[in-house]
């Protein structure tokens, strides 16, 4: 697919339509979203204000593309997901989904989308995991074969066999998420919204999670939009990533620009060091302590070294109870794309 370069407006610019792409799954145009919210000043008194959740977003969104969409706490993401499911309507601009008006057709449009949010269940939390799937075939009238051959795939390729039979609130944050992305599959949707896929799941359960959606992708075309917090979900699973701030798209293209529209250097890991006891902050050779807290230390060195002869190091210097390794997040990558423009 032929996409024009990345679109990085200055600060405080209007975002317009970043990239032009062919054969547009979802497009937005000049899209808003103002909620009005009452606030008591005082005793009496209540104070009327409004918050631009979504200010002007324009973007489009290609068949087949899995696009990351990320911004820091209360940028607009969740806003914008809701207006593209029609549970939300927007306050202005122009918004389609498979060219289906959401807000005006929802019920048409929930045929053509699947939702999956993190942090809440889409599943029946008493029924066991098979039941809340059947009740999914009659809701989506989904024919038999179909329904059959999805689940099938689900299951298998989500590892799901043995958790079928058990309710939904005794599986795991783990299990529940792979529960929750084959129920939003069921019934073969063009586009996939999810919501922080991961956040909360270990080590094993996101990779599981990140090489189903790279598969599903790949073998099915589905269309993918991802809010996430987690830098690796868009590194592995995202070609292209739009970043929104304070209700306004701030940057659209591939994720080395917005390494390169951060400019303020390579991305840093960070080593977390507990010592045995609180010191000064520790010196070695490759990293720099950012923060001491007790006996607690963060030291920043760069993404791409290894942290192995770091960890050797502190290890043969100072008395150690644990270390962990914490990779560069989104807020990261932004504040440095934000340090680069100042
Ligand atoms: N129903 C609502 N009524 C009033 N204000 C709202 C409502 N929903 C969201 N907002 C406000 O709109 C702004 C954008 O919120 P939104 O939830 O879209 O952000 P977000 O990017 O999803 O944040 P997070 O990463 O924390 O989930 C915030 O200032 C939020 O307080």
């Known amino acids: ?6 679109f990085v407006p200055k600060h405080g ?46 973007f489009e969104v290609a068949r087949g593309e899995v696009v990351g969409y990320i911004g820091p706490n209360g940028a607009g993401k ?15 601009g122009r918004l389609r989904v498979a060219g289906i008006d959401p807000a005006r057709e929802r019920m048409r449009l929930a045929h053509r989308i699947g939702v999956v949010f993190g942090q809440r269940t889409t599943l029946w939390w008493d029924l066991p995991l098979k039941d809340s799937y059947g009740l999914m075939r009659r809701m989506y009238r989904i024919p038999r074969a179909r329904y059959e051959e999805n689940l099938e795939r689900c299951v298998e390729r989500l590892d799901l066999a043995e958790l079928l039979d058990v309710p939904v609130r005794q599986l795991s944050l ?9 129920a939003a599959l069921l019934h073969d949707p063009d586009v996939l919204y999810l919501d922080e896929p991961t956040i909360g799941l270990d080590v094993v359960s996101k990779a599981k999670v990140r090489g189903f959606l790279r598969q599903l992708n790949a073998e ?9 917090h987690d830098l690796q979900d868009i590194e592995q699973l995202c070609e292209r990533v739009m970043v929104i701030d304070h209700g306004r798209l ?17 991305s840093e890991r960070t080593l977390v060091v507990d010592l045995e006891r609180e010191l000064g902050p520790i010196e070695v050779e490759g990293a720099r302590v950012v923060k001491v807290e007790g006996p607690r230390q963060w030291l920043a060195f760069p993404a791409g070294a290894s942290a192995a002869p770091l960890v050797a190091a502190v290890a043969a210097r100072y008395p150690l109870s644990d270390l962990s390794v914490r990779e560069p997040d989104i807020e990261d990558v932004i504040a440095r794309m934000y340090a680069g423009r100042g």
């Open 220 to 228: 099915l075309g589905t269309t993918v939009l991802l809010t996430t």
């Open 13 to 58: 610019e209007l975002a317009v339509v970043g990239v032009a792409v062919a054969d547009a799954l979802i497009s937005l145009d000049g899209v808003e979203k103002v909620f009005d919210v009452r606030r008591r000043v005082g005793l009496m008194r209540r104070e009327k204000r409004q918050v631009r959740a979504v200010d002007g977003i324009s």
């Open 78 to 92: 969740s806003t914008t997901i809701k207006m593209l499911t029609g549970i939300l309507t927007p306050s202005g």
């Open 250 to 266: 701030m940057y659209d293209g591939p994720l080395a620009g917005l390494h390169a529209a951060g400019s303020a250097g390579e």
């Open 174 to 182: 783990g299990q529940r998420m792979r529960g929750d992305i084959a």
């Open 1 to 6: 697919m032929a996409r024009g370069s990345p």
